[in-house]
């Protein structure tokens, strides 16, 4: 079974280097890692007079793009194209595997899919050290302990979930990838969950596996979470026939109140204020996306983390 493993970059710092490091030392062979950049300058900012990447030569491919041609689902399919692994495994640029054996067992449920309906598989997400309490809390709620695999049967149980899938880390089988017509070709964002919404109603199946671990996490302020749900909501309202019978709504509310427990048996009292304010900024990021349509294109620009998207 051959692997390659594809990452997004935009000026990438040296966090790049720890992940590329992390990657060769896995326990399954990768054959290759290609890296999209987007403009060249920061990555030969980054590389220039360093010899760090020259031990990667090998097996690295990097290819540039302009700012203006990125977008979430186009930029990896073009990287798509130019694999042709068996199973490909999508990350970004700050994810670091927490051990060695992460590829290991991201791909593990593939050789032991029997029926061959397994399309995708993604990885547990940890805070790190530096994450606050409301990371940490995120973190865990999102990535619980537990793997489990979710098809068309699970959906009315779970809602938005069943088709919860993130690029951060992700393997996909190539062949069903292929017969699905890859990652949509234009979104803002959300290109994982919309591809794993496909698969799901296509009769596939996702599997979360919490056994392969990567450190990956934010400390947004208010107003960067307003306009990443901002682009959460546009990812939604643009593609109704995935996201109308599924609200968001009720995942929400399900982690407002395991959060207000957690921070009250806590006695955080401050934090739970923040988390608040950081629900509302959530809340109305996401609303609003939704709503775009309405909105004039002035004031979708101030809302949005991804200004390029409307020009």
Sequence with gaps: MEIDVIIPLYKPGRELFRLLDMLSRQTVHIRRI??????EKYFEQLVYGN??????????EVSHLSKREFDHGRTRRTAVKKSSADIFVMMTQDAVPCDETLIEKL???FINDAGGRLAVTYARQLADENSSVLERFTRRFNYPENSCVKSAEDVDRLGI??????????????????????????????ED???AADAVRAGYSIAYVAEAQVLHS?????RQQLKRNFDLGV?????????AGVPSEREGLR????????LRKNKLIREMLYFYLQCISKYTGYFLGRHYKRLPKKIILMLTANQDYWR
């Design 34 to 39: 290609i890296l999209m950049n987007t403009e």
């Design 51 to 60: 010899r760090s990447l020259e031990k990667y030569k090998n097996i690295i």
């Design 107 to 109: 791909t593990a449920p």
């Design 161 to 190: 979930r069943a088709f919860f899938c993130s690029n951060v880390c992700a393997a996909y089988r190539r062949d069903i990838y292929d017969r699905l017509g890859g990652f949509v070709h234009r979104t803002i964002f959300n």
């Design 193 to 195: 969950m919309i591809y």
């Design 218 to 222: 934010h400390n947004y302020t208010c």
């Design 235 to 243: 990812s939604q309202a643009e593609h109704p026939e995935i996201f």
């Design 255 to 262: 982690l407002v109140r395991e959060a207000t427990e957690y």
